[in-house]
């Protein structure tokens, strides 16, 4: 008999979790809300954490990935535009954790993954949201929106940062605003002007903000994200961004960050929701049903690694659902197995995404000792062994 892995939610968690199920001998079925399988225009690092996985599914060489590989992680200071440290990337990075540190488009790598898990015969579903899931002991039983029963042997709760299914399971309601907007914004770099194109991922640090950009696309593009506090009227994704708040915040800023943001014509803006650092085994898995991906551990993107989280899930799950000669898996026994190992890795990387955006964010004298500490420390506080190589 071969077991079936529901997944709720067509993400980048969920597609991976879907063709992680198919490697893993299993059926998969994939249930989207949105009308079709998609990602937004932005950009996305994946650290040699996530392209490791990736290249073990085959997908870092996929046509469609397009990946650049910055030579450089810059870090600068907003305000008076300093070097605060920098960390080879590039060979180095590929040579010291045999996997190359990457950018991509998020609808590249969106693609990437929604081909691999159609390729490998996981059945998708789009237009379709899971209304409510019960996991009982023998089965998990969904029902979609439209009201039709599916079920299957094990769930994958993969309907991202606003899960509407997390709740039933873990009941520690929706995930609460940081006070943190990001704008973003993705320019093609013919339209960049040529003094400010670099191939590196540089980060601007300033009072209450900072900025990331990077080329993406190979080249192509530019991805550039500015962080500011404040609070969005509602919670919805990708809203319209008003660009004024950010001009206004750069004018106080380094003339380059300045000309950066002059030079991107429209913002998207979206809230940034987390939720407090995993606790415990038992909130990313219960009986037959699996927290992953932004669903289990929603962070904020300070340590660029919400999506390589995702991913690492889905490889996790791949491990315990291996169905060896025939045999069926003991479900609960192997997410069980599944929580237990990944949920201290990834409220460590939470805690630390939440303590990046206190340091970022520095003023004052704060920030005075976090450059200095910066300057002295540089390479060594950038690099992060635990993680990269993990
Ligand atoms: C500004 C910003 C920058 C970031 N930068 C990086 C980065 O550089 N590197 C990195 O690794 N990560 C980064 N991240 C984090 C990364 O984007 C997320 O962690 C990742 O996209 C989460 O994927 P997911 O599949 O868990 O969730 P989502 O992408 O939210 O997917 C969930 C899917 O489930 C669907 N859905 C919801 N409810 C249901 C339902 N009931 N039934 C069916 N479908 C449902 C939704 O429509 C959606 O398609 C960044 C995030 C932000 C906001």
Do not use: K
Request: net charge positive; glycine share 12%.
């Amino acid at each position: 008999m071969t077991q079936e892995l529901l997944v709720a939610g067509g993400g980048i968690a969920g597609l991976a979790a879907a063709l992680a199920a198919r490697r893993a001998g299993w059926e998969a079925r994939v249930f989207e809300q949105a009308p079709a399988f998609a990602e937004v225009g932005a950009g996305i690092q994946l650290g040699p954490n996530a392209t490791r996985r990736l290249r073990a599914w085959g997908l870092l060489d996929a046509a469609r990935l397009r990946p650049h590989a910055p030579p450089r992680l810059r870090v600068r200071d907003a305000l008076d535009g300093r070097e605060l440290g920098c960390l080879p990337l590039g060979e180095r990075a590929a040579a010291r954790y045999g996997a190359p540190y990457c950018t991509v488009h998020r609808a590249d790598l969106h693609a990437t993954l929604l081909e691999a898990a159609q390729a490998a015969g996981a059945r998708l579903h789009a237009g379709l949201r899971i209304a409510s899931a019960e996991v009982g002991d023998a089965l998990v039983q969904a029902r979609t929106a439209t009201g039709a029963l599916v079920e299957a042997e094990a769930l994958a709760v993969a309907d991202g940062v606003w899960s509407g299914l997390r709740d039933a399971l873990v009941g520690d309601g929706p995930a609460p605003p940081t006070g943190h907007l990001a704008l973003r914004a993705l320019l093609p770099m013919a339209a960049v002007p040529p003094a400010l194109r670099s191939p590196d991922v540089e980060a601007w640090l300033g009072p209450r903000m900072h900025l990331v950009r990077y080329p993406v696309r190979g080249g192509e593009a530019l991805n550039v994200v500015g962080f500011i506090e404040g609070r969005a009227g509602t919670a919805d994704w990708d809203q319209a961004g008003d660009a004024g708040a950010l001009q206004a915040v750069a004018a106080t800023l380094h003339r380059d960050l300045r000309a950066l943001v002059d030079a991107v014509p429209q913002w998207r803006l979206w809230p940034v929701h987390d939720r407090p650092p995993v606790a415990g085994a038992a909130a990313m898995a219960r009986g037959r049903a699996a927290l992953l991906g932004d669903a289990a551990h929603p962070m904020r993107p300070y340590l660029a690694q919400g999506a390589g989280m995702a991913i690492e899930d889905a490889a996790a799950l791949q491990r315990v659902l291996q169905v060896a000669d025939g045999q069926v898996v003991d479900v609960p026994t192997a997410l069980q197995r599944y929580a237990l190992d990944r949920w201290q890795r990834c409220a460590r990387v939470q805690a630390r995404s939440q303590r990046n955006g206190r340091i970022f964010h520095a003023d004052g004298l704060l920030r005075l000792g976090r450059n200095a500490a910066m300057r002295l420390g540089g390479e060594d506080l950038l690099d992060l062994p635990w993680l990269y190589g993990g």
